[in-house]
């Protein structure tokens, strides 16, 4: 029978549960090896079906777990051929593992994302970064550059403001955070706006810290150009390879 994956967890933190229910009204079970915890069910291709329902309960599954203890949450879908199998991935993954389970002890992963349009092309260059101060210098070689600066690609453009818009946001949360990953993408055209990004950051936070880390938040929403959403606490899908 073939076993849908929700979480790998430390058994010596856990208690098994029999009321929790996953993905097909399947019981989940808990499979026990190499001091690593899978918890799992039984899918059936011809009973169950991937769909939005499924989704749901599937991620309602990880969260109830997460809200107990640190767990490594796996991707919706996620299927191994048997149990069999289940036990052999916790062998051969075990110091990974064990080392990513400690990593992720006690903390949280909050998103933000933030949506911004490209300023139109003309020859004032700093208003082709959205998050430094406007660059002035006298020297003719060096403004030459900046005004070419100013005709960037799309690509490159969102590639900078990502880097830019991750320094800034290392500055604002300093301390409140153990781990960061970014991402950015153009979005498609909405009601004639064009040019369109949005960056989306990922933090892992400390449990005791997300008020503090919500407030910074609020401090830096202030003062960005663009859209800025808080998501979160999650579990720590990004931060799981």
């Not at 076993?3 to 009204?25: A, H, N, R, W």
């Not at 039984?42 to 309960?57: A, G, K, L, R, Y």
């Not at 993408?185 to 005791?208: G, H």
Request: net charge positive; glycine share 4%.
């Amino acid at each position: 029978m073939k076993q849908l994956l929700y979480c790998v967890m430390d058994p010596k933190k856990f208690q098994e549960d029999e009321s929790i229910v996953g993905v097909g009204s399947q019981r989940i079970i808990f499979l026990n090896g190499s001091d690593l915890c899978a918890a799992v069910s039984n899918f059936d291709n011809s009973e169950t079906s991937f769909d939005v329902t499924s989704m749901i309960t599937y991620h309602n599954v990880i969260e109830t777990l997460f809200e107990r203890l640190a767990i490594i949450p796996f991707r919706f879908r996620t299927l191994l051929n048997n149990k069999e199998e289940v036990l052999a991935m916790l062998e051969t993954k075990n110091h990974d593992y064990k080392q990513l389970l400690l990593k992720l002890d006690g903390v949280i992963e909050i998103g933000i994302r933030l949506v911004s349009a490209k300023p139109a092309k003309d020859n004032t260059p700093q208003k082709n970064c959205l998050f430094k101060r406007p660059f002035k210098d006298s020297n003719p070689g060096t403004s030459y550059l900046a005004n070419r600066k100013a005709f960037y690609s799309t690509a490159s453009w969102i590639e900078d403001q990502k880097k830019e818009f991750s320094e800034l946001c290392v500055n604002q949360f300093k301390g409140l955070f153990v781990d960061l990953k970014s991402e950015a993408a153009r979005l498609p055209e909405i009601q004639n706006r064009r040019d369109l990004m949005m960056i989306s950051i990922y933090f892992l936070v400390k449990k005791d810290l997300l008020q503090r880390f919500r407030y910074k938040f609020q401090e830096l929403r202030g003062v960005t150009p663009g859209k800025m959403l808080l998501s979160g606490p999650w579990p720590p899908y990004n931060f799981v390879v």
